[in-house]
Every structure is written in structure tokens, then in C-alpha cells.
């Protein structure tokens, strides 16, 4: 299964418990895409749905504690954004020619620009 979403992307929540918690009305969170996982169709997105674990020390005299890391949530409750024209966006497909080779390129279907 593929998705539409790419380690390093930047995109913008869309529903979820998380879309509104920490900001003003109307303003959409974002962050970057720092694990994909197709299996399952989720993504971990950097400061968006945070969760503190409970690690105990592993070693003697290795430090445990709570740690904040990021969860994972579903693709389909993300947007790619556009890097040029800075608005979320669904992601196309085009395919371009590349020194005699064609390779298929993912485009913002508002604006054209690739991804």
C-alpha cells in the first residue's frame, strides 16, 4: 500500500482531537513527516500528538523517566502543504523526462509545482 504522504514533507492536520487543542480557532497545525508507515497507513508527525511514555532504566545507573515523543495517526487525517504556493493541497502524478529516462514526479494539483 502506498501513500501520498514522504518522509520530509510538510503537512497540515485535518481532523482529529489534536487539530485545535494548542491553537487559535481557524489556524491549521503543521509540522514534518518524520516516519511513514504504509503497512499500517500512518505517519509520525514532528510536535503534533504528543504522548509521554514511562521508561525505566535499562542498565544500572542508566536514567528512566517520562519522555514526551510524537504517536502515530492516520494519513488520511493529514495534508500535504505546497512548498510554493504554501496551501494544502492533494498530490498528482506526472511523469517527466529525466536524460532519456521517464520518472514519475509527484505535483500539487492547485499549482503544478512538484512536491
Do not use: W
Request: proline letters at 6%; aromatic letters at 4%; one cysteine or more.
Amino acid at each position: 500500500m502506498s501513500l501520498h504522504v514522504k518522509k520530509g514533507d510538510t503537512v497540515v492536520l485535518l481532523t482529529g482531537k489534536y487539530k485545535d487543542k494548542f491553537t487559535k480557532p481557524g489556524v491549521r497545525r503543521t509540522g514534518k513527516v518524520v516516519q511513514v508507515s504504509p503497512k499500517e497507513g500512518k505517519v509520525i508527525v514532528e510536535g503534533i500528538n504528543k504522548v509521554k511514555k514511562h521508561v525505566k532504566p535499562k542498565r544500572m545507573g542508566e536514567p528512566g523517566g517520562i519522555i514526551d515523543a510524537e504517536a502515530p495517526i492516520y494519513a488520511c487525517k493529514v495534508q500535504v502543504v505546497c512548498p510554493k504556493c504554501d496551501k494544502p493541497t492533494r498530490v498528482g502524478h506526472s511523469f517527466k523526462e529525466v536524460k532519456g529516462e521517464t520518472k514519475k514526479v509527484r505535483i500539487c494539483k492547485k499549482c503544478g509545482a512538484n512536491l
